[in-house]
């Protein structure tokens, strides 16, 4: 029995996702393999795997296995591994009794370039004796492939160089400035509130710095952007710039994520797990749910808290002279602050590694890092394209009959497609993903840190 406000949301929310109109849950896919001499259409596609790693990668990681006549394999596609594109055509379904075409959504077309995970010359090997003849080799046998793509835009980016120094800039200006100004097919650059606004004399860039590093490199040189860490991504042409610890974000954010996790095969009938509004998505987790959380293992190892001596007090006034001696005052000199939502009975603020810095907001990051955990939920029959990097998130979930709700940021989604039916010509596929969250320990925590 649904009683609590919290209960009575999740209730209202599975509801509403239960009488939602049929949505595009389903694809049907293409692929055409394009080599210098010729065009490959592929017999037969086992799926489509994505990974979107916000928090450590820039883009995305897109593969496929396609499967094709042996002949043309081994005397087309291998021998212009190194010059393969691929076309592929991803066509929407709804989510009906036979999965009819989605009349409201055009196909997805797009071309990129394209790379054998195994480039190995099956004639060099000698294991096919029969492929050394194309035509019977097409007539006889098929062999499935696994292709990784790339965008052209990151293709290209992947090894741009950039280098030069910046004046007069904040560090969130100079990286919006560098990406637009070296990547064309970028349409918007996101950010969140809260970056540090200050102006540096220069910021100094390196000779053959890679365009795509550089806003981790401006992020250590100006002393961190946000005061609660700093990832960056493209996703569909726009680049993402957030700050993957402010778990309060949820609570200003345009677009929010709500995620309700259900407990496993209790809704097994339902085909379509999440809707859409104009400032959200809702989504029921269905799947397997892990809870990841080495706060408590942070805390006693790393502390709770952080002790450093800002670099500008050994510059402005480190200590003064009195009777011809220097007398040093350290709670002058040496910064301490703790998490509020680490504090314990006894405090331990270890010395950061950097120990003398005015990196401020690269210390805070720390802290707030250590204080959260991960949570990775499964989202059967996904719509990924609806998460973006860094979204906020509210998570419900049940702690026995009690119902609970914590905050987070999306740092990742992981997507495999897996075949619904077995029409070998029209194969209907549907994704499923997991999720992977940074939740904070408390429903409404406090991120700032205080001082000791």
């Keep these: 029995m649904f009683n609590s406000p919290l209960e009575t949301i999740m209730k209202q929310e599975v509801d509403a996702v239960r009488r939602s109109p049929p949505q595009v849950i389903a694809y049907n896919y293409k692929v055409i393999v394009h080599t210098p001499t010729r065009d490959i ?18 883009g995305d990681v897109l593969s496929i ?33 036979n ?27 000698g294991k096919t004796l029969i492929a050394a003849n194309k035509n019977e080799a097409n007539s006889n046998n098929i062999l499935s492939v696994d292709f990784q793509l790339i965008s052209p835009a990151l293709n290209k980016l992947r090894v741009a160089t950039f280098n030069g120094t910046v004046r007069d800039s904040s560090g969130m200006d100079t990286v919006r400035a560098i990406l637009q100004s070296n990547d064309p097919d970028c349409k918007n650059i996101t950010t969140e509130p809260g970056f540090d606004t200050t102006l540096k004399d220069h910021i100094l860039i390196p000779p053959l710095t890679r365009i795509v590093d550089i806003p981790k490199r401006v992020n250590q040189t100006v002393g961190g952007m946000y005061s609660a860490g700093f990832c960056y991504y493209r996703q569909t042409n726009g680049w993402y710039l957030f700050a993957p610890y402010n778990v309060n974000y949820y609570h200003v954010a345009p677009i929010t994520l709500t995620i309700i996790n259900i407990a496993k095969n209790k809704l097994p009938e339902m085909e379509v797990t999440f809707r859409k509004t104009a400032s959200q998505l809702i989504v029921l987790g269905t799947g397997d749910t892990s809870h990841i959380d080495f706060s408590e293992t942070n805390i006693y190892n790393q502390g709770n808290g952080v002790r450093f001596v800002d670099s500008n007090s050994i510059i402005e006034g480190f200590g003064e002279v009195v009777n011809n001696k220097l007398v040093v005052d350290r709670t002058k000199n040496v910064t301490q602050m703790v998490d509020p939502t680490m504090q314990r009975k006894v405090n331990n603020a270890v010395q950061s590694p950097a120990r003398i810095t005015d990196k401020y907001n690269l210390e805070y990051s720390e802290l707030l890092r250590r204080a959260g955990s991960l949570v990775q939920v499964e989202w059967e029959a996904a719509e990924i394209d609806n ?33 619904t039916n077995r029409d070998p010509k029209q194969r209907i596929f549907i994704d499923d993903a997991i999720i992977t969250l940074f939740v904070s320990r408390s429903a409404k925590p406090n991120t700032a840190p205080i001082a000791l």
């Design 41 to 58: 259409p592929a017999l037969l596609i086992g799926g489509v795997h994505v990974l979107r790693d916000y928090y450590t990668r820039f």
């Design 65 to 97: 296995q396609s499967s094709f006549a042996v002949g043309d394999i081994v005397h087309d596609i291998l021998p212009n591994h190194e010059d393969l594109e691929i076309t592929l055509i991803r066509i929407p379904l709804l989510a009906t009794a």
């Design 99 to 125: 999965y009819q075409t989605a009349s409201n959504q055009s196909q997805k077309v797009a071309r990129y370039t394209a790379k054998l995970y195994d480039a190995r010359n099956l004639l060099a090997e």
């Design 387 to 419: 998460i973006y990097p860094g979204m906020p998130v509210r998570y419900m979930y049940m702690d026995g009959e009690i119902a609970k709700e914590i905050y987070g940021r999306v740092l990742g989604v992981e997507c495999k497609s897996r075949q």
